[in-house]
């Protein structure tokens, strides 16, 4: 009985012991997981690793080394413990090569013994570090191996079958670490280096989460809107201390068409000109069925100094014109006169008096478009009234027909039975619906599409034009209104002046409103009229 009993407590113990020790190898590799979690920085992790893992072997010296795989070499990144220095000019192993290369190979831990006659040496210079025994680690992250864990002992010592499980555990949560802090250490690099391109543009740039939260301001936007470092950061773009009408554009664009950059311009009291563009931001290509939006970034650009040349363009190309409306109608009248009176002519002088008045027609109709144009911007003669906004767009709809029938095209109208009224001139308003329609029908394809909307967006009534056809580059987009501006790519074929936009963008600034575009290329273009109602209702207030 006293034999069994002592067997029996021999047994006990052994067990005890076995928990025991099992229990500070979970210890251990908790420990080490903790120790190593606790920060994102490269160098930190690595020397929390190493400190952790000499604390948990009774060995001299560990390393932890990392797979460059462009370089396709094995980089020690840190030591503890060694009596060289292989930091100062890191130890590279090329993958594959040495005892590392093995380990690495066959994915599993590498035992030795003393290596400083061992053959397999890929660094011969390590042999000088005595190492009697040296367990080769492979660390895993996301189902790869990123790097090796070295436990190097200067006097024999052999791994046992539980410590080498145990550093297998630590060598993975190290791996995991590691790959972890290399991946911020990336996505740091590349936000600095995002910033100082953002920061080195001459535009102001702004960008915003999908709720219009601010959460970046570029340097040349804090002179431009007198704001100080990082001042609206944080903010709404509802709140932000912007300029209104900079600010209404904003909301207005972020409630629109999720899918499109919008591009309008706004013009300051004191006289500056602010192009915008406002672009959605996807991780992924926009899906049709959803939307995928993940904020949005905003680029302002001053461009006054454009418009003060432009200015100057067209001073000189209204007094052109005004010069040479009366030659010119000297010159058609004499054309018709020969047409007229010229009796017997063959079908060849008959086409050249044809392309003559048609030149000369096309001439007379640059001129009044241009002369329109300081008609609009002078504001002389406009006469403002409370007008039907039903009727003017039944008025469009009626005499945009003939062309929509000659290219086989159909009008999608989507317009609610209750509009506020607009207040302004019926004649330049019509003028300026119809131009968005007449540009629609010219680039919109035979058999193809044109939708014609008005709607009350917050504040604001929208007017807008949609169509399906080849869409407008986004650089082409900042230049679209402008008078005599075709872009690159418009069809030679359709005939225009580049004033058509430039009148619409006139007539609705003098109304009070602003002018956009939205558009993809190869997927169609919608430009739209936006007037704010609060401004509508004191003009009407006029009236009553």
């Not at 018709?336 to 003559?356: F, K, P, S």
């Not at 096309?362 to 906004?389: A, C, F, T």
């Not at 209104?481 to 006139?506: H, M, N, T």
Request: glycine share 8%.
């Amino acid at each position: 009985m006293a034999g069994e009993s002592r067997d029996l407590q021999e047994q006990n113990q052994l067990l005890n012991t076995e928990i025991q020790r099992r229990i500070d190898h979970l210890a251990a590799i908790n420990r080490v997981a903790s120790a190593v979690g606790q920060s994102l920085d490269l160098e930190t992790t690595l020397q929390t690793a190493l400190d952790a893992v000499l604390e948990v072997t009774p060995v001299e010296a560990a390393g932890i080394s990392l797979v460059d795989e462009d370089a396709g070499e094995l980089v020690l990144r840190a030591q503890r413990g060694w009596k060289g220095d292989f930091i100062s000019d890191p130890m590279r192993v090329p993958l594959g090569t040495g005892i590392s290369g093995q380990a690495l190979i066959h994915d599993r831990v590498l035992i030795t013994g003393d290596v400083s006659d061992d053959p397999r040496l890929a660094v011969p210079e390590f042999a000088d570090e005595g190492v009697q025994a040296m367990a080769l680690v492979p660390m895993h992250a996301r189902g790869r191996v990123v790097g090796l864990l070295s436990v190097m002992s200067y006097r024999p010592y052999e791994f046992g079958e539980d410590e080498i499980g145990v550093l297998g555990n630590i060598a993975d949560q190290v791996g995991v670490a590691l790959d972890n802090a290399r991946l911020y250490e990336d996505a740091k690099e590349q936000s600095s280096r995002l910033r100082a391109v953002l920061d080195s543009s001459g535009d102001a740039i702004i960008a915003t989460d999908c709720r219009g939260t601010i959460n970046l301001v570029n340097t040349a936007a804090e002179p431009l809107f007198d704001l100080q470092n990082g001042e609206i950061v944080g903010m709404s773009l509802h709140h932000a201390p912007l300029h209104p009408r900079l600010r209404e554009g904003l909301q207005s664009a972020l409630v629109g068409d999720r899918d499109s950059n919008t591009v309008y311009e706004v013009t300051l009291e004191d006289g500056r000109f602010l192009s915008v563009i406002v672009s959605p931001v996807f991780l992924q290509p926009p899906s049709a069925t959803a939307h995928d939006c993940k904020g949005w970034v905003i680029v302002i650009r001053d461009v006054t100094h454009l418009h003060e040349a432009e200015q100057t363009r067209i001073d000189f190309i209204h007094a052109a014109a005004h010069d040479l409306r009366n030659p010119l109608g000297v010159t058609l009248g004499a054309l018709a006169m020969l047409q007229r009176d010229l009796g017997d002519v063959t079908d060849l002088q008959r086409e050249v008096i044809e392309i003559g008045i048609q030149g000369a027609n096309r001439m007379q109709e640059l001129i009044d478009n241009v002369l329109n144009l300081e008609h609009i911007e002078s504001g002389v003669g406009l006469r403002y009234k409370p007008i039907d906004v039903r009727e003017l767009l039944e008025r469009g709809i009626v005499d945009i027909q003939p062309a929509l029938q000659q290219r086989d095209q159909t009008l999608v109208v989507a317009v609610p039975d209750e509009l506020p009224p607009l207040v302004g001139d019926m004649h330049w308003l019509y003028r300026a619906l119809l131009n968005l329609l007449t540009n629609a029908n010219k680039y919109t394809p035979a058999g193809g599409e044109i939708a014609l909307g008005a709607y009350v967006q917050e504040d604001d009534l929208v007017i807008e034009v949609k169509d399906n056809g080849p869409g407008i580059p986004p650089d082409v987009q900042t230049r679209i209104f402008e008078r005599f501006y075709r872009g690159p790519s418009s069809d030679q074929r359709v005939r225009g002046s580049g004033l058509g936009l430039a009148i619409v963008k006139s007539v609705v600034e003098h109304h009070g409103g602003r002018v956009f575009v939205q558009s993809q290329e190869n997927a169609g273009s919608t430009f739209g009229m936006v007037f704010s109602l609060t401004d509508m209702a004191r003009r009407a207030a006029d009236f009553d």
